[in-house]
């Protein structure tokens, strides 16, 4: 069954809509049948919708022009990142007035101070895994020797993968979970535990934020859908809101049928659209 068919016999079911972006709308640079067709009904309907991602590592602006070049017209408040929930969950811990060491690269966040020098590690409140290319080693160092000293103090992962394709090099690169799993381990030898926390899918905070972003209170109501049955679909299961898979990205057809529990999706869909 085709997602847009689904969508025009029951939308009556829900006030709101969260869209995954690779693998559900896009694959690369390239829009999936029925994409770009979908958001404008939305649109043309007034029904709410974000798009939601775990990448930290761009802005939500180079993500609206990834969207734009694909095919996709998107505004910058139609994008949740990650790290669209960072400054609200600072705000609530109180700690948007201390200093944020960041490693490596990240995108939007907000006001926060932040700084990459870890001969000032001693000043932050809070650690930022972030991603692309840095000094890892005298990076992971110092941070190592922060949290021995001081492992009550937050460490914040925008999202929890391993690993991400690189397109420029063909090759994986490590993502800000795979980062924070490796310096969580090498404390954990040294006999420090520390518990990274994590923003993105299938986490519960960028969920929480998405619906409250919305305003819609029962979540049941609340469309969900992506390629990825440990991502999309596990998190938006936890949330209490609909999970709908397409078969268009990472998820064969014979993994969905299998998927169980908090993995098994609602309702699953051979793409959005019709192809060409
Ligand atoms: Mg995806």
């Not at 068919?5 to 049948?33: H, Y």
């Not at 980062?179 to 993105?200: F, K, V």
């Not at 169980?260 to 609602?266: L, S």
Request: aromatic share 10%; hydrophobic share 40%.
């Amino acid at each position: 069954m085709l997602l847009l068919d689904f969508w025009r016999a029951e939308s009556v079911r829900f006030d709101a809509v969260l869209f995954d972006i690779d693998g559900t709308l896009v694959v690369g640079p390239r829009l999936l049948p029925g994409a770009a067709e979908l958001i404008s009904l939305l649109r043309h309907d007034g029904t709410p919708f974000f798009f939601l991602t775990n990448d930290g590592d761009h802005t939500r602006r180079q993500k609206c022009g990834f969207l734009l070049r694909a095919g996709i017209e998107a505004e910058e408040r139609e994008v949740i990142s990650c790290l669209s929930v960072l400054p609200e969950l600072a705000r609530r811990n109180g700690w948007e007035r201390g200093l944020f060491f960041r490693a490596g690269r990240l995108g939007d966040t907000g006001d926060l101070e932040l700084t990459s020098d870890p001969a000032r590690l001693e000043e932050c409140s809070a650690v930022l895994m972030g991603e692309g290319p840095y000094d890892w080693r005298t990076t992971w160092e110092a941070l190592i020797d922060f949290f021995r000293h001081h492992p009550e103090r937050p460490f914040i992962v925008p999202n929890p993968d391993t690993c991400w394709p690189n397109a420029s090099t063909g090759g994986i690169g490590i993502g800000a979970g795979g980062q924070a799993r490796c310096i969580r381990l090498l404390l954990h030898e040294m006999g420090t535990e520390i518990e990274p926390i994590y923003l993105g899918k299938p986490y519960r905070a960028i969920y929480d934020y998405a619906a409250g972003r919305l305003g819609v209170t029962d979540r049941s109501r609340i469309l969900c859908v992506g390629d990825s049955l440990a991502s999309d679909i596990r998190g938006a299961n936890n949330a209490g809101m609909y999970s709908a898979l397409v078969l268009t990205g990472i998820t064969s057809e014979q993994q969905a049928q299998q998927a169980f529990g908090e993995f098994r999706p609602r309702g699953i869909f051979s793409a959005i659209g019709q192809g060409a």
